[in-house]
């Protein structure tokens, strides 16, 4: 018997011009970059294209993935840059070779 470990995550997200950083948690790291991704134009994400994500990390724990979480939000905008390009120097969209497509909603027309 196989017993899973569930990971948390803390994660930085941009956009294009990597000026804006959205920072956030996450139990599954896929599936929240899918819902970035395909977010609504009234949401913050959405609303600025902050779709590609830059760095994360993992956690045991929900309390330390919080924990780092609201220390990272504090951060100056130099230190989540420094700590972006100490992990990935050249700020590759890290999510750009996952397959996302089983977060699609099925197509409904089909069906009738």
Do not use: C
């Not at 995550?9 to 996450?26: E, S």
């Not at 890290?94 to 099925?106: G, H, T, V």
């Amino acid at each position: 018997m196989s017993t899973r470990v569930h990971m948390y995550y803390t994660y930085i997200m941009t956009h294009k011009r990597n000026h804006l950083f959205y920072v956030g948690v996450t139990n599954d790291i896929k599936r929240r970059t899918f819902e970035h991704r395909n977010g609504t134009y009234g949401s913050h994400t959405g609303r600025y294209n902050i779709d590609k994500l830059v760095y994360f990390e993992e956690h045991l724990w929900i309390q330390e993935a919080i924990k780092r979480e609201k220390t990272i939000k504090k951060w100056k905008r130099e230190w989540k840059q420094n700590i972006i390009t100490e992990l990935n120097p050249e700020w590759r969209d890290l999510s750009a070779q996952w397959d996302l497509s089983i977060f699609e909603e099925p197509n409904q027309e089909t069906n009738n």
